[in-house]
């Protein structure tokens, strides 16, 4: 069986494409969705792309977090239907208020276009069920707004529920704990600054997003499977 | 006015970026320099307490981002405005 992955397209969005050829090129079945749509076609998981959604005005996300297909995106979330955001797509589920937090400006006010080393922290999301901890992923970020921060709470939260997914193993941006990437409670929503659909091959310097893929990939068809 | 500024905590390496260039033009005694954002905009309410609690809501919503900014509102009255043009013109 395929696996469908909707690619959800916002006014700005500019990795949709790099997306849906990672999605494809591992043999599984991606589309485009249109930001304006009110609903999902049936698609097994749904992908947040990087770029700059509704040009980041006011704040990356803050805008695109109104866009119509959000609503969907969030029920098919609440579901525990696979949402992966990635880089913008991050910063629009933590405006969505689909994941904690929020993303500011790197430290060091540095644009960022680079490949770096993460370090699997958890196990219990959609991106790494397939990966083991500690294991190291060399993926790049492309990013001026990547440097995560939360308030202590929230992440004490995130330790203690195991929902802290990726963490840099040379911190770039300032991030609060190294923080690359983090899921919700359920483990189903995943936000992540690096980009592992540029890092499915090996001209491009790296395959370790493959693995990252094929996790969501197994996910869905077991949660197809259950159903 | 809207004036969306960085909570007290929240690091803002703009700020932090202007200050450390300021020695270098001569301005020696300037500390804490925080940046932030100002927006402005006409809203149609009925009273003050209408307008108030309507941005209040916006700002919550969409114009800032809690967890990280605190936006500080400025409401002026667009009648005293015009009647304050007016009293120029007599």
């Not at chain 1, 098919?76 to 955001?85: E, I, L, M, R, T």
């Not at chain 1, 219990?124 to 921060?149: A, K, M, Q």
């Not at chain 1, 690359?180 to 890092?199: K, Q, S, Y």
């Not at chain 2, 700002?59 to 936006?71: G, K």
Request: proline residues 6%; charged residues 20%; glycine residues 10%.
């Amino acid at each position: 069986m395929t696996t469908s992955v909707g690619v959800v397209l916002f006014p700005g969005s500019n990795c949709e494409h790099d997306v849906v050829e990672a999605v494809k090129g591992l043999g599984e079945d991606a589309q485009l969705i249109w930001h304006g749509d009110q609903t999902l076609p049936p698609v097994d998981a749904v992908v947040l792309p990087g770029g700059f959604a509704h040009g980041d005005y006011l704040r990356p996300g803050a805008i695109a977090r109104f866009s119509p297909i959000m609503e969907s995106v969030a029920r098919f979330a609440s579901d525990g239907g696979p949402v992966v955001g990635i880089c913008n797509g991050f910063q629009v589920l933590t405006e969505a208020h689909l994941l904690p937090g929020a993303l500011q400006k790197n430290r060091g006010l540095t644009f960022l276009c680079m490949p770096v080393d993460l370090e699997v922290a958890s196990t219990r999301s959609v991106l790494t069920s397939g990966v083991h901890v500690g294991d190291r992923l060399r993926i790049p970020i492309n990013h001026f707004e990547g440097n995560y921060t939360c308030d202590h709470e929230t992440l004490a939260e995130l330790k203690g529920e195991d929902r802290i997914v990726l963490r840099y193993v040379d911190n770039p941006n300032g991030s609060v704990d190294d923080i690359a990437g983090i899921c919700n409670p359920t483990g189903n929503v995943v936000g992540l600054m690096p980009h592992p659909e540029r890092a499915c091959d090996a001209l491009l310097g790296s395959e370790d997003g493959k693995s990252l893929w094929r996790s969501l990939f197994t996910w869905a068809l077991d949660r197809a499977a259950a159903r | 006015m809207v004036e969306v500024s960085l909570r007290p905590g929240i690091a803002d390496p703009q700020g932090a970026t202007i200050e450390r260039a300021l020695p270098a033009l001569g301005f020696d005694s300037v500390h804490g320099v925080r940046t932030g954002k100002a927006i402005r905009f006409s809203i149609d309410a009925g009273d003050e307490i209408e307008a108030r609690t309507r941005v209040d809501e916006l700002c919550r919503r969409f114009l800032t981002n809690p967890v990280i900014e605190d936006a500080t509102v400025t409401l002026t009255s667009d009648s005293a405005i015009n009647g304050a043009a007016e009293g120029a013109m007599r």
